[in-house]
């Protein structure tokens, strides 16, 4: 009797550990996989040629050649420039609503394409984006100067919070929607049990490069944003210095908010942002 009940229990240990072993390789398979593909969950680009990102009124900028995004002139008189940085999905082309929002308040508009996505060669990643719009940036300042405002939209928000801190001498403004502060904070709300921390290559630590950043930001939350939660831009605000503003945008989602947002919401925007340059 004693030696049946202890080859059960040594059976029983033995299936134990064998299942505990397939949990542990499957675990670590499901880090690798993260870590060896997580550009493809962080970056989502369409790709389009110039002509087929043309239309509405929009001009290739700074040229059809030398493609950086898409250009729209104010409407009315001209009272600075702002360059708008997408989010990870899709292309430049499909945010003409920011055109139909601030041309007619005398803002000269950029839509910023990033490499690899719509008619851009070049690879996603960090620092590449970054770089790029601080590139963006650079040549945006030398044609047409100050005041000159910077927009950010979800990944976007990271990219520009980088880039402006890179360019902070050229800048009057900062637009963020939707935005978080480390992109290790949302990683980890959508993959609670991987250590995200270690798997990122990608940090998009708008925290840090914010800090001390000085011009006017205004920081935009989606109330019932399921994808970057508004604690995340909560975080970043509350770590900015000043001068700065919240709007938090109730009952929004992260992808339906523009429509919340009326005249008087976009006047007031501009005004702030604008400050002193206005």
Not at 61 to 90: C, K, M, Q, Y
Not at 153 to 170: D, F, I, K, N, Q
Not at 270 to 278: A, D, K, Y
Request: hydrophobic residues 45%; charged residues 20%; glycine residues 12%.
């Amino acid at each position: 009797m004693y030696t049946t009940c202890s080859k059960g229990i040594g059976r029983s240990a033995a299936t134990l550990r064998r299942g505990l072993l397939g949990a542990l390789l499957a675990y670590l398979l499901t880090c690798t996989g993260i870590a060896m593909f997580q550009d493809h969950l962080l970056y989502y680009p369409d790709r389009a040629t110039v002509a087929e990102m043309v239309a509405g009124g929009l001009a290739p900028w700074p040229s059809a050649t030398d493609f950086r995004g898409l250009l729209a002139e104010p409407t009315a008189p001209a009272r600075g420039t702002a360059i708008v940085f997408h989010g990870n999905a899709g292309h430049a082309g499909h945010r003409q609503f920011y055109v139909d929002a601030l041309s007619p308040r005398g803002l000269r508009v950029i839509l910023a394409e990033y490499p690899g996505y719509g008619p851009r060669s070049g690879k996603v990643g960090e620092e590449n984006l970054v770089t790029d719009a601080e590139q963006t940036i650079a040549l945006a300042h030398g044609r047409y100067g100050g005041p000159l405002l910077i927009i950010g939209e979800s990944l976007g928000a990271g990219v520009a919070a980088a880039a402006s801190a890179r360019a902070r001498a050229t800048i009057t403004g900062l637009l963020l929607f939707t935005p978080w502060d480390r992109l290790e904070h949302v990683a980890s709300h959508h993959y609670p049990l991987l250590p995200v921390r270690w798997l990122l290559r990608d940090r998009y630590d708008s925290t840090t490069h914010l800090a001390g950043f000085g011009r006017p930001i205004l920081v935009v939350i989606a109330g019932d944003d399921r994808i970057v939660p508004a604690r995340f831009g909560r975080a970043l605000y509350d770590a900015l210095g000043e001068p700065r503003r919240l709007s938090v945008i109730e009952g929004a989602g992260h992808n339906d908010w523009f429509d919340a947002l009326d005249d008087a919401w976009w006047d007031q925007a501009v005004t702030f942002l604008l400050g002193s340059s206005r």
